[in-house]
Each structure stands twice: as structure tokens, then as C-alpha cells.
């Protein structure tokens, strides 16, 4: 049975302690779909991610990738399956070239990575593909900056492109829009549904701007308190009551 | 359109690239006749002699801070313990001369047509031991990289280092080793003894750096170097693109113990000795301040601390004394403040604004010139 679901988690916990920051979590991600999960601050949303990439492991529960269970396999092995991830505090080499960054990407892919007697910059097809995903992400020009001296906005799409390079098939999204202003966000947008609908990929993406949620996903979960609070298409989320509640607390009761 | 910036393939591009390197090979080689011919002394006596020991020993201690380097340079791991592949390598070496070579000499004589090739044989197979060992002293520094980051792990390689220092000095089997006073007199064939052959030594050393150096180069290039200097820019982002941290830590710790294990069985050469200093923390702070001196994560740099650290060794003292490194500890700081990337490192990073100022300089010149 080739299921439809790409991605699945079943009765996900995860405890710190005396926190429980996700309770009892089951969330189905459907292929080729954009899924976003939202939620007030403190809502569980990154532990969720981080449970789902493989960053941690969670305290119960199981997380199925194409119906094979990889609740306990490496972040890296991971990778190696085709899941992606992006960091909400931007995560990348900040000492190498923009270049670098995604051709070490590119290479994680590849079988040369115990080549020790032969120049990394002979290998072209890496390059090529780096050159293709700066292309892609908008970078371009921009190759042979240093990645720690490109300003922020450049650093997020740098942190895309390393995700992309890697060929994922589905990608996980951690907050790509953190810390930009408003007219950068749409060319982030831009991008992100570029680099989804170019090979049919599945992505996830933790966010907390409402107008881009609404305007890109297919299915939105909400979340408060680490457990699901609604779940469904745009139109259904913004007319949910209890939605409203949680994000917009009393004060939007009151003035109802 | 990136082209130029990419490293070229090809012997010729790689020639090139190191052509500065090659000249240095290049004049240190024909250093020897120089003194030579300026002071009369033959190649295995008196000046000569004595030059080229103290080029001999900047040799091999660029080869082991050049592999420090790998790891505190490239891999972005502080260990406090490498001396522990370098002594290894010297004590291996040594050992197995002194006890296990004359026996077999007595037992067995390879002959290749008429020439008895036993002792060649004897020196492979103990180089040989001297890989093994070193390969095993990189893989236990590797394994404890695993779970340990930090100063945790910084101290815990300076831990086992002590260990191994500690066995190499106990008492218990001061028949072998000599303990305190370490292995003295090891018997070498009259062709590679320091001594009497002063001259082949040096070009061994020499050789040694030389393909040291362009192998190094060689990795830190290759996709493998690559990943390794991905390790110290930023693991957990390695891990999420799929390299496994430990394994490329594992190539890491043992590529660099390799090195200095070879360098070590060349000073136990060198020395016709092997002592527990060689295998203490102090050597391993030696190839650090090497490293730093000369700039880290640029492995030409080590070769310039090298260096430095040589001249300061042989003159310091003449010139002040018992107080020597009050001097030396000064120069370091010195170093560090106002060369925070070390020599080379720095050079790098700043050299256009000497570049730039000299060009202005002869740009004054020649305007004067054409007013004048």
C-alpha cells in the first residue's frame, strides 16, 4: 500500500522534566502537500520539529517516514532519506563561501565523500548543482562573499539553499521568515513555493506570520500547549473559534 | 564564471600553486653546499653539521605542528593529548630497534641478487609498526571525541596523554623502555645514522616535510578535507545535511596522528633516542604555540611557528639567559595581540593593506621622480 502519507507521527510526547512540551501529538503529513503548523509562543511547535528531524528523541510515541518507523534513527540518516531541514536561528558555515556552504551540501549527496587524494573543486558536478540552487535561492552574484558577512535576509536564503542542495524530498521549514522584514518576506515566499513545486516536494513549515501561512499552505495545524488544537485547510483555521481564542486570548473575547 | 576562483587541476596548477613552498624545498637543499663553500667544512662536520642539525629538528617539528593543525586548524579540535602519537611513533620506533631488529639481523638475511637488503627490510617493517601504532592512537583519541565537546573533551585527551606518558616513565619496565631516562643509543645502519651521516639525514627531514606538506595540502582540499573543516565551522549543520560528525572526526584524529607518529620515529632517529618528553603535554603545548605563532588552519603557518620556535630555542638562551622564557612568553602575547591569526594567517587577512601601501609608496616615488 503506497499510501498517500508521506510523514507521520503517532502519539508523540515529549517531556523536559516537569514540562510537558508536546502531549500526545498524532499528525498525518500528506505528500506534495504544504503543511504549517502555527500556534502562540511556547505552543511546542520547534520540539515538534525537532522530534520530527531526528534533533531529539521523543519521550513516547512513533514518527513514520513512507510507513518505515525512524523514531530512532540519526539526524544524519535522516538526511540521507530525503528529510531536510531549515533552523529558525539561521545554522551555517559562517567561515566558508556562500559557494562552499552548498557545494559541501551538494557533496553529502554524492559517493566521493572519502576521496582524500583528489581536489574537491574537480568534482564539477557539485559545483554545477551549488551553482544551480545559488541560482534558485536568488544568491547569485553572491557565490564568493563569506557567509558570516552576508546580511541576514541573504543568511536565510543561504540556510534554504543548504537544505535544497541536499535534495530533499521532504523539507521542514523552521521559521525561514525569523528576524526578516516585511518586504523581504514575499521573495522568501517566492522561493519556498519555487523550490516545493520544482520536484513535487512535500514541506512542513513552523511559522508565525498569519498572512504567509494562510496565503501558501494546504493544511494547517494549530497548536497550544503542546497538544493539537485545530486542523485544516486556511479557510477552516481562520473561522475557528477556538483558534481565535488562543491566539487573540481574552482580549479578543471582550471585544466581540 | 567561477573558474578562476576554483583550485585548478592538474600537476602543472598544482605546481604553480605551490611554487613558493617548492623554492623553499628548493634552497633549503642547497643551504649545505652553501655553508659549505662559505666556510670550508665539510657536509658531515663542524658549521655544516651544526646548521644542519638545527634545521633537521625545524623540520620534523613542522611536520607534527602541521599535523596538529589538521585537527585544531582544519577540524576545529582543541586535543591537548597529540603528543601521544608523536612519542608513540618515537617509542614504537625506538623499541623495536633497539630489541626486536638485532635479533632478527641475527636470524635472517634477505638478499636481493647480491645485495643484503635485510636491513631495509628491518626499517620498512618497523615503519610499518610505527602506521599501526599510530593509527590505533588516533582512532582512541577519536572514539572519546564521540560524546565529549569542549574543554570536556580537551581534558580528557590531555588525560590520556598523561597515561600514556606515565606508562612510558614507570619503573616496572625500565629494562625496555628506560623510564625516566629514556631509550638511548638505538643502533641504526651506518647509512642513516645522524652522526656520521649528517647530510642524509637532512635530506630525509627535508623529503619528509616536503611530501608531508603537499600530502596534507592534498587533503585538506579533497572532498574529505572539505567536510572535516565543515566539522569545525558547524556540526549540528553537518549532521542535518547528512555527514556523520564522528566519522569525519575519526579520518580527522587518525590522518593527524599518522603524521606525527612519522615525525616522531624521525626525532627518535634524529635523537638515536626516545625520551618521555616527547610523549608529555609540553610537547603537545610546543606544536600549539607553533600553530598559533604561525596561524592556525593555514598549514604553511606551522611551518613558519616552526621556525620561529627553533630560532628562540637556539638563541633565547644565549642571549638571556636562565631568563629566556619570560622573553619568549612576552614575544607570545606580543604575537597573539597584534597577530591574532598568527603570521601567516594574518598576512592573509591583512596583507592587501601592505600590499596597497607599498604600491602608494612606489607610486610616490615615481611621481617625484617625474617632477624631479
Known amino acids: ?256 | 564564471m567561477l573558474d578562476k576562483y576554483l583550485t585548478k587541476p592538474g600537476f602543472g596548477a598544482a605546481v604553480k600553486r605551490e611554487r613558493g613552498f617548492l623554492i623553499f624545498i628548493l634552497l633549503m637543499f642547497i643551504l649545505p653546499f652553501g655553508i659549505r663553500a662559505l666556510t670550508g667544512s665539510g657536509l658531515n662536520e663542524g658549521v655544516t653539521k651544526f646548521w644542519q642539525g638545527q634545521l633537521i629538528t625545524f623540520f620534523i617539528m613542522a611536520v607534527f605542528a602541521m599535523s596538529y593543525d589538521l585537527l585544531i586548524g582544519y577540524g576545529g579540535i582543541l586535543s591537548f593529548g597529540h603528543a601521544a602519537s608523536f612519542g608513540g611513533g618515537a617509542y614504537t620506533f625506538a623499541l623495536l630497534t633497539k630489541w626486536w631488529a638485532p635479533r632478527f639481523l641475527e636470524s635472517y638475511r634477505v638478499m636481493l641478487g647480491s645485495v643484503n637488503i635485510s636491513e631495509g627490510i628491518v626499517l620498512l617493517l618497523i615503519l610499518l609498526a610505527v602506521l599501526a601504532v599510530s593509527i590505533i592512537i588516533g582512532l582512541i583519541f577519536a572514539a572519546t571525541s564521540i560524546r565529549l565537546k569542549g574543554t570536556y573533551f580537551a581534558m580528557l585527551t590531555l588525560a590520556i596523554s598523561s597515561a600514556f606518558y606515565i606508562l612510558i616513565k614507570a619503573t616496572d619496565f625500565h629494562q625496555w623502555t628506560g623510564a625516566d631516562e629514556g631509550l638511548h643509543g638505538i643502533p641504526l645502519p651506518v647509512w642513516l645514522n645522524p652522526t656520521q651521516n649528517r647530510f642524509t639525514i637532512y635530506v630525509v627531514s627535508l623529503l619528509f616535510l616536503m611530501i608531508c606538506y603537499l600530502v596534507m595540502r592534498r587533503m585538506v582540499n579533497s572532498p574529505t578535507g572539505r567536510v572535516i573543516v565543515a566539522n569545525r565551522e558547524n556540526e549540528d549543520r553537518m549532521r542535518m545535511i547528512g555527514y556523520n560528525p564522528v566519522t569525519y572526526r575519526a579520518i580527522a584524529f587518525v590522518t593527524a596522528s599518522i603524521f606525527a607518529g612519522f615525525s616522531g620515529a624521525l626525532y627518535s632517529i634524529w635523537n638515536m633516542s626516545a625520551s618521555p618528553t616527547m610523549m608529555s603535554a609540553v610537547t603537545t603545548v610546543n606544536a600549539l604555540i607553533m600553530t598559533i605563532m604561525g596561524g592556525m588552519g593555514t598549514l604553511i603557518g606551522p611551518v613558519f611557528g616552526a621556525a620561529i620556535s627553533q630560532v628562540i630555542q637556539q638563541f633565547f638562551y644565549t642571549w638571556f639567559g636562565a631568563r629566556w622564557p619570560l622573553v619568549f612568553g612576552i614575544l607570545f602575547m606580543l604575537i597573539v595581540m597584534f597577530l591574532p591569526y598568527g603570521v601567516v594567517g594574518t598576512w592573509r587577512l591583512q596583507g592587501w593593506k601592505v600590499k596597497q601601501g607599498w604600491q602608494r609608496f612606489l607610486d610616490l616615488f615615481k611621481a617625484k621622480k617625474a617632477a624631479g
Open chain 1, 1 to 256: 500500500m503506497t499510501s498517500d502519507i508521506i510523514l507521520e507521527a503517532v502519539g508523540l510526547s515529549k517531556v523536559f522534566g516537569g514540562l510537558v512540551a508536546v502531549d500526545n501529538v498524532s499528525i498525518q503529513i500528506r505528500r506534495q502537500s504544504m503543511h504549517a503548523i502555527i500556534g502562540p509562543n511556547g505552543a511546542g511547535k520547534t520540539t515538534l520539529f525537532n522530534l520530527l528531524s531526528g534533533v531529539m528523541p521523543p519521550t513516547t510515541g512513533q514518527v513514520l517516514y513512507k510507513s518505515q518507523d525512524i523514531t530512532h534513527i540519526s539526524p544524519q540518516k535522516r538526511a540521507a532519506l530525503g528529510i531536510g531541514r531549515s533552523y529558525q536561528i539561521t545554522n551555517i558555515f559562517p567561515n566558508l563561501t556562500v559557494l562552499e556552504n552548498i557545494r559541501l551540501a551538494a557533496q553529502a549527496t554524492g559517493k566521493d565523500n572519502f576521496r582524500m587524494f583528489k581536489l574537491a573543486d574537480s568534482f564539477r558536478g557539485y559545483i554545477d548543482r551549488a551553482e544551480g540552487v545559488i541560482d534558485t535561492v536568488g544568491l547569485t552574484g553572491r557565490e564568493l562573499v563569506i557567509a558570516r558577512n552576508l546580511p541576514h535576509g541573504e543568511k536565510r536564503k543561504l540556510e534554504l539553499g543548504i537544505m535544497i542542495a541536499c535534495d530533499p524530498e521532504l523539507l521542514l521549514f523552521d521559521e525561514p521568515t525569523a528576524g526578516m522584514s516585511s518586504e523581504q518576506v514575499p521573495e522568501l515566499i517566492n522561493i519556498i513555493n519555487k523550490v516545493v513545486q520544482q520536484k513535487e516536494r512535500t514541506a512542513i513549515l513552523v511559522e508565525h506570520r498569519m498572512d504567509m501561512v494562510m496565503s501558501i499552505s494546504d493544511t494547517i495545524t494549530v497548536m497550544n500547549q503542546g497538544r493539537i488544537l485545530a486542523e485544516g485547510s486556511p479557510h477552516e483555521i481562520a473561522n475557528n473559534r477556538q483558534v481565535q481564542t488562543a491566539y487573540l486570548g481574552d482580549l479578543y473575547g471582550e471585544l466581540a
